[in-house]
C-alpha cells in the first residue's frame, strides 16, 4: 500500500504526552489528507479517533495511538469510499488494556502492538481490498483477533510471546493468507478463510495448546506445527486442498484431518506418546502425504499411538508407519 505522508493541506491533530490518570481524548475527521496522533501515559486513559466513517468522506487518513499505563482503552476507527489510503497503527505497554481497530472500504493496513499482560486487541477490515492486519503481544493472558470480511488480497498475521493466550483470525474473500505464531503454551488458535487461493499457517510451542484450522473454497494450503500436549483439528473444503500437520514433544495429543473434495493431500507427523489421528477424505485423487513432506503419509514416533485414515473416490494412496508400542493403524479406501 502506498504510505500516505502529511500533505500540505493535511490537518494533524496530536496531543502531547498526558501523564495524569483517567484522560480522555477524541478526534473525529472529516476530509482529505488527514492525520491523529494520540499519545497517553497513566492508567485509566481513553483514546477515541473516528476518521470519516459513516459519511465517508475520508481521504488518506494515518492514525496513531500510543498509551503506556494499566487499564487503557484505544479506538480506532477508519472509513473512506473514493480515495483509500488508510493506515492506522496502535501502540499499548501495561496490563489490563483494550485496543480495537475499525476500518472498511479502503486500501487498509494496521498494527497493534501490546506489552504486558491481560490485553485484549482486535483488528477488523471490511469490503477492503490491499487489506493487511497486524498483532503483536509479549506477556500473558492476551485475547488476539483479527478479522477480514470480503475484499480479495487480504493478509493476517498474529504473533504471541507468552503463555494462555487467544489467537483468532477469520477471512472471507480470495487471496487471503493467514499465520498465527504463539511462542509458549498453553495456547488457543483459530483460523477460519473462506474463499479461493487460501493460505494457513500455525506455529505453537509449548504445552496443552489447542488449535482449529477451517478453510472453505479452492487451491487452499494448511500447516499446523505443535510442540508440546496439544489438540489439533484441520478442516478444508474444497479442490486441490493440502494439509500438513506436525505435532512434537507431547503426550495425550489428538489431531483430526478432514478433507473434502478433489485433488487433496496431507502429510501428518506426531512425535511422542498416547497420540491419535484421524484423516477423513472424500473424493478423487487424494493421497496421504506429498511431495514437500519430509515425510510420505502418517508418521506416528512413541506409544500407544492410534492413527484411522479413510478414503472414500478414486486414485487414493494411503501411507502408515508406526514406531513404538500399543499402535493401532486403520486404513479403509472406497472406490
Known amino acids: 500500500m502506498k504510505k500516505v505522508l502529511t500533505l500540505a493541506f493535511a490537518f494533524v491533530f496530536m496531543t502531547g504526552m498526558a501523564f495524569a490518570q483517567d484522560n480522555d481524548a477524541s478526534v473525529d475527521q472529516d476530509g482529505d489528507d488527514n492525520e491523529a496522533t494520540v499519545e497517553q501515559a497513566g492508567a485509566s486513559n481513553s483514546a477515541d479517533i473516528q476518521q470519516g466513517f459513516d459519511g465517508q468522506g475520508q481521504n488518506g487518513a494515518e492514525a496513531l495511538i500510543r498509551q503506556i499505563g494499566s487499564d487503557n482503552s484505544a479506538v480506532l476507527k477508519q472509513r473512506a469510499w473514493a480515495n483509500r489510503g488508510n493506515d492506522h497503527s496502535i501502540d499499548q505497554e501495561g496490563s489490563g488494556n483494550v485496543a ?13 502492538t501490546q506489552d504486558g499482560y491481560d490485553n485484549e486487541a482486535q483488528i477488523q477490515h471490511g469490503a477492503a481490498t490491499e ?5 503483536l503481544q509479549e506477556g500473558s493472558d492476551n485475547v488476539a483477533s483479527a478479522r477480514q470480511f470480503s475484499g480479495s488480497g487480504n493478509s493476517a498475521s498474529i504473533e504471541q510471546d507468552g503463555d494462555e493466550n487467544e489467537g483468532r483470525i477469520t477471512q472471507t474473500g480470495s487471496d487471503n493468507s493467514a499465520s498465527i505464531l504463539q511462542e509458549w503454551g498453553p495456547d488457543d488458535h483459530t483460523q477460519v478463510q473462506e474463499g479461493d487461493g487460501n493460505s494457513a499457517s ?53 489431531a483430526t484431518i478432514r478433507q473434502d473434495g478433489t485433488g487433496n493431500t496431507m502429510g501428518a507427523d506426531q512425535q511422542g506418546s498416547n497420540n491419535m489421528l484421524t484423516v477423513d477424505q472424500d473424493g478423487t485423487g487424494n493421497t496421504a502425504g506429498s511431495s514437500w513432506w519430509s515425510n510420505p503419509g502418517i508418521i506416528q514416533d512413541g506409544n500407544a499411538n492410534a492413527a484411522t485414515l479413510m478414503q472414500s473416490g478414486v486414485g487414493h494412496d494411503a501411507s502408515i508407519m508406526q514406531m513404538g508400542d500399543n499402535n493401532t493403524a486403520t486404513i479403509s479406501q472406497s472406490n
Open 100 to 112: 480495537t481497530i475499525d476500518a472498511f472500504n479502503g486500501d487498509n493496513e494496521g498494527s497493534i
Open 131 to 135: 487489506g493487511e492486519a497486524r498483532i
Open 202 to 254: 500455525v506455529r505453537a510451542f509449548g504445552a496443552s495448546n489447542t488449535g482449529t484450522q477451517e478453510q472453505y473454497g479452492n487451491d487452499n494450503t494448511s500447516a499446523l506445527n505443535q510442540s508440546g500436549g496439544f489438540v489439533a483439528t484441520m478442516t478444508q473444503e474444497g479442490d486441490e486442498n493440502v494439509a500438513r500437520l506436525r505435532q512434537a514433544g507431547g503426550s495425550g495429543s489428538e
